[in-house]
């Protein structure tokens, strides 16, 4: 599985950007997905996790409220969708999902099979 990030920019707090996550070599409409993020000098932390079927989802306590993640299984892409930005989202985030895991297992232990390759995300003040 290759995933593809792809949305990120440079945007004014209050702004709102779209990741988007598309799979490509095989099928990840069962599997759960989810989204990551590293600022530098910190470590990766849970953004956003989403079963395969969309009705598990989980959120970090500083995005809940101004982010959503949803999935496209037709399009074997997810999403996430960052509104309210903060200066404190700059990171690069990454996509992930896990074959065996579940939704709960890939936001908790942030233990997944494949991973994409980043996008930015800056947010100026």
């Known amino acids: 599985v290759q995933l593809q990030a792809s949305g990120g920019g440079l945007v004014q707090a209050g702004g709102s950007l779209r990741l988007s996550c598309a799979a490509s070599?095989?099928?990840?409409?069962?599997?759960?997905m989810g989204w990551f993020r590293q600022a530098p000098g910190k470590e990766r932390e849970s953004v956003a996790t989403i079963s395969w079927g969309g009705s598990n989802i989980y959120y970090s306590d500083f995005v809940k409220g101004r982010f959503t993640i949803s999935r496209d299984n037709a399009k074997n892409t997810v999403y996430l969708q960052m509104k309210r930005l903060m200066p404190e989202d700059t990171a690069t985030y990454y996509c992930?999902?896990?074959?065996?895991?579940?939704?709960?297992?890939?936001?908790?232990?942030?233990?997944?099979?494949?991973w994409g390759q980043g996008t930015q995300v800056t947010v100026s003040s």
């Open positions: 992930a999902t896990t074959v065996k895991g579940t939704s709960s297992t890939l936001y908790h232990e942030g233990t997944a099979d494949y």
């Open positions: 070599g095989r099928t990840v409409s069962t599997y759960a």
